[in-house]
C-alpha cells in the first residue's frame, strides 16, 4: 500500500501572504488516495496547515467519509489503525461505474471528489524471473503495452526476507508511486522491461535468507499520472529559490488533494 501526499497550505479568512495576490480563504480538507478494483480504496485525511503558522505536521482528524458509485452511497469508509479511511475491492467490482466520495470533518467546509474512473484495461506480465549470486537477488520482469492509447506504468516490487510476513516495498526509480514512472510514449509499442535488485547480506551486517519477492505492476489512470507528474517536478523544483513553482494537481473540490486510481497485476517470485 502506497500514498502519494500532498501538503496543502492554508491561513486563516483575509489574510493574504507577501507574493500572493489573493487571499487564502481559511483551513480546508486534505484529502489524498487511490482507488483499485484489486486493492479497493485508502483515503487519508487531513486539515491543511496555516503556511504562516508555527511549523509542524499536518493534523489528522476524524472524518465522515461516504463512498458513492453511480450517485448510489455504497459505503461510509471506515478507518483503519493505520489512519487510512478504507474500502474493499469488491465495492469497485464495476469498472464502468463512476465513483465519487464525500469527505467531512467538524469545524471545516466539506469536500467531494469525483466522478473518478476505474483504467478500463490493466497491462499484465509476460515473462519473470529471480536469480539469486554473489549475496544479491536480481529480479527481471517484462509486460506488453497496452495497444492504441497513450499509457502510464510503475513497477513496485515486496521483498520477504527470513520468514518475515513483513515485506520491504520498493518503487521503481523513487521512493513512492510517481518518480520516473514508466511511459509508452518512451516504448512506443511491443514489450516493456524492467528489473531489480535486492542485497541480501552486507547492507546490516548479516546473512539473510530470500523467501520470495512479489512484483506489482500499476496502469495509471491518466488523470494520476498527470498529478504524479506535477508531484515531480514540484519537488524537483523546491531545491531550487528561483525555479518557477509548478502547481500540484487537486481533483478534491471544496479542499485540496488527489484521489487517483490504477490498475494492478501481480506476480510472486521465489529462488
Not at 489503525?81 to 467490482?93: D, E, K, M, R, T
Amino acid at each position: 500500500m502506497f500514498a502519494a501526499s500532498l501538503l496543502a497550505q492554508s491561513c486563516e479568512f483575509n489574510r493574504t501572504l507577501p507574493g500572493y495576490d489573493s487571499e487564502y480563504e481559511g483551513d480546508r480538507l486534505v484529502v489524498n488516495g487511490f482507488i483499485s478494483q484489486r486493492e479497493g480504496a485508502f483515503l487519508h485525511v487531513q486539515k491543511s496547515m496555516d503556511p504562516l503558522g508555527p511549523r509542524g505536521q499536518a493534523e489528522e482528524l476524524r472524518a465522515i467519509v461516504e463512498l458513492f458509485a453511480n450517485g448510489v452511497k455504497m459505503a461510509e469508509l471506515p478507518l483503519d489503525p493505520a489512519g487510512l479511511y478504507v474500502a474493499p475491492g469488491s465495492l469497485f467490482a464495476d469498472a464502468s461505474a463512476s465513483y465519487a466520495f464525500e469527505i467531512r470533518a467538524e469545524g471545516l467546509p466539506y469536500a467531494s471528489a469525483g466522478p473518478l474512473r476505474l483504467p478500463s484495461r490493466k497491462a499484465e506480465f509476460s515473462a519473470a524471473s529471480l536469480v539469486e549470486r554473489d549475496g544479491m537477488a536480481e529480479v527481471f520482469v517484462q509486460f506488453e503495452d497496452l495497444p492504441g492509447e497513450a499509457n502510464f506504468y510503475q513497477l513496485g516490487f515486496k521483498t520477504y526476507l527470513d520468514g518475515s510476513a513483513v515485506a520491504q516495498e520498493d518503487l521503481h526509480g523513487g521512493d513512492y508511486l510517481g518518480f520516473n514512472f514508466l511511459k509508452d510514449v518512451e516504448h512506443p509499442s511491443g514489450t516493456i522491461g524492467g528489473s531489480h535488485s535486492v542485497r541480501l547480506s552486507g547492507f546490516d551486517g548479516q546473512e539473510h535468507v530470500l523467501d520470495s519477492v512479489q512484483v506489482r505492476l500499476f496502469t495509471l489512470s491518466p488523470e494520476l499520472a498527470d498529478y504524479l507528474e506535477t508531484v515531480d517536478r514540484n519537488e524537483l523544483n523546491q531545491a531550487d529559490p528561483f525555479a518557477v513553482p509548478v502547481p500540484v494537481l487537486s481533483n478534491i473540490e471544496g479542499g485540496f488533494g488527489f484521489i487517483g486510481s490504477y490498475g494492478l497485476s501481480t506476480t510472486t517470485l521465489e529462488p
